[in-house]
């Protein structure tokens, strides 16, 4: 047998399972959920303390959520619901493949999930907007 | 981690997560949504608290959030492959924060309970 009939293995990281491209859509689901659940728990542990100025009086409590509800914030909180409603949405497809329901349509139902979000921070930009303009 | 221990974790993950959407929707509805021109502040926020439906929410959500985020981030942990004293170690601390981050925050919410 001549060498050239060896099949040539493909090298490179572009030709490895964990190159983005290479990727299958329930990778990228899973991915997505759990870097929003990390984001989410480091938000929540803000949340926290934020919320806890109310133990230095009210007037503190006050003066850190008026700064938390200035344009800038109100931008970030976009991103917040991002996260939010893609992790959750997501949560509920994991749910339904637990017990069976949509397995065979996946990819259908993470397009959905990403619509929906993508709807969700739309609807959540609609309604700062004006918010915005007029501070 | 022994089996019978991991598959009640694996349960208790999506209980809290059937849960938090109930919880969470809520907490964002009202909080943002309901009347979304009025500013948060402090009265508006102790009027809530005092009615049980409002402390059933935000103690709910302070417990669940805390359980299955703070369960999601050792299970990321452990994927790590992490066993024997690193994972026991992990456990504790994530514990111990837990404890901590529930504690401080259920004493946060008690100047708005007290305001009454
Ligand atoms: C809207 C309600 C939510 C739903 C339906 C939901 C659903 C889920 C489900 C089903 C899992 C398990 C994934 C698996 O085992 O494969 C999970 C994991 C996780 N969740 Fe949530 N979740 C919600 C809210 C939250 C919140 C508020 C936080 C943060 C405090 C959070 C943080 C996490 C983390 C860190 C993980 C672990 C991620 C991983 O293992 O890759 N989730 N979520």
Same mark, same amino acid.
Do not use: C, I, K, Q
């Given at each position: 047998m001549s060498v050239d009939k060896v099949q040539r293995v493909p090298r490179g990281w572009?030709?490895?399972?964990? %190159?983005p491209a290479n990727l299958h859509v329930g990778t990228w689901a899973w991915i997505l959920h759990r870097i929003t659940g990390l984001a989410l728990v480091g938000y929540l542990l803000l949340h926290i303390c934020v919320i806890s100025s109310?133990?230095?009086?009210s007037g503190s409590f006050d003066v850190v959520l008026g700064v938390l509800q200035t344009p800038f914030f109100l931008v970030l909180d976009l991103g917040l619901l991002a996260a939010v409603l893609y992790h959750g949405l997501n949560g509920v497809r994991i749910l339904l493949f637990d017990i069976g329901v949509g397995v065979r349509r996946q990819k259908e139902i993470f397009a959905a999930t990403i619509v929906l979000s993508a709807a969700g921070v739309l609807w959540g930009f609609l309604r700062v907007l004006p918010e915005i303009i007029s501070r | 981690m022994n089996r019978d221990r991991s598959i009640w974790l694996w349960i208790v993950q999506r209980l809290t997560a059937v849960g938090l959407i109930v919880i969470l929707a809520t907490h964002l509805w009202v909080t %943002?949504?309901? !009347?979304? !021109?009025?500013m948060i502040v402090f009265g508006a926020v102790a009027s809530r608290l005092r009615t049980t439906l409002f402390m059933v929410v935000d103690y709910g959500l302070l417990g669940f959030a805390l359980f299955h985020g703070l369960n999601g981030v050792r299970n990321v942990l452990l994927d790590w492959g992490l066993g024997g004293w690193a994972e026991r170690l992990t456990t504790w601390a994530i514990v111990a924060l837990g404890v901590a981050a529930f504690v401080y925050g259920a004493f946060g919410l008690y100047p708005f309970i007290a305001a009454a």
């Open positions: 572009r030709n490895t399972p964990v %190159h109310a133990l230095y009086g | %943002h949504f309901a !009347e979304p !021109e009025s």
